[in-house]
């Protein structure tokens, strides 16, 4: 599961450090259906007014839980990846960034064997405005996300974050914003999250937003070409000089492959609306649903 809903229990690895506790605080605040804690150092205490277990399988065992979420430094992550993994959890929300490649593979090799869906690593994390969310994102703030019908996905939390609130301003609520993160060994692709979205009955329309690097804009392309939702694209890295490491570890272009051109090349022959900037993906919308701009705000009804 890619989408985040209420009835899914939370577990928060590294729930008792700063940004642990600040972002834990803000997810219950939220709606979301945080359970539990892990720390080994303080296992049997309550944090938040939440059990703090020493691993992930402790807490599965008293606790059980459906979704891990992990604020845990990259030398550490392996393990506590592996523990949420090996303890049953369905999906796991790698926020850290700067793993160990070696420890990636086996994250991803043990995810595969259990049937476990990985968001990240390096994600910003997921939410579903009006339900709850999970990891970094500001969906607790409702100047940015509003209930609706569009789902957003993105490589970027930031620049997540800048699409969500454009729309939000522009009158539309979203669906699911989904995280994907920008890692280039990443357990959830572009199209992943696409079909995902695709499938899910309260979303009418999908925004993607891309970056130079890789193919994952392609690949979604070969899918959206089939869609009857309408979809709209952002590609960031336009003016990016050509041979300069920019944003992203995932972000690598390598002659003409994962460029710009190509990305947007792919997306349009698939019937993909593409945004030359942010601020117009809230118009190319309206006009996916043959409705009218307006200086007003805009909305995806009539």
Known sequence: MIIYRQHARVLVQGMTGKQGSFWTEKMLACGTQV???????????????????????????????????????????????????????????????????????????AAARRGTRIVGPNTAGIVTPGEGFVGIMPGHNGNIFQPGEVGVISRSGSLGTLICLNLTRAGIGQSAFLGIGGDPMIGT?????????????????????????GSMEEE?????????????????????????????????????????????????????????????IPHLLRAAFGLPRTAEGVTLHA
Do not use: C
């Open 35 to 109: 359970v539990a804690g892990v720390n080994p150092k303080r296992a049997g205490e309550r944090h938040l007014g939440l059990p703090v277990y020493a691993t992930a399988r402790a807490a599965m065992a008293e606790t059980p839980f459906d979704w891990a979420v992990m604020f845990i430094p990259p030398a550490a992550a392996r393990e506590a990846a592996l523990d949420a993994i090996e303890a049953g959890a369905s999906t796991v929300v790698i926020l850290t960034e700067h793993i160990p490649a070696q420890d990636v593979i086996a994250i991803h090799h």
């Open 189 to 213: 692709t572009t199209r992943d999250a696409l079909e995902a979205l695709d499938r899910d009955a309260g979303t009418r329309a999908v925004v993607m937003v891309g970056e130079i690097g």
């Open 220 to 280: 979604a392309a070969a899918y959206a070409a089939g869609m009857s939702k309408p979809v709209v694209s952002f590609i960031a890295g336009r003016a990016s000089p050509p041979g300069k490491k920019m944003g992203h570890a995932g972000a690598i272009v390598s002659g003409a492959f994962g460029s710009y051109a190509g990305k947007r090349r792919a997306l349009e022959a698939a019937g993909v609306a593409v945004a030359d900037t942010p601020g117009e």
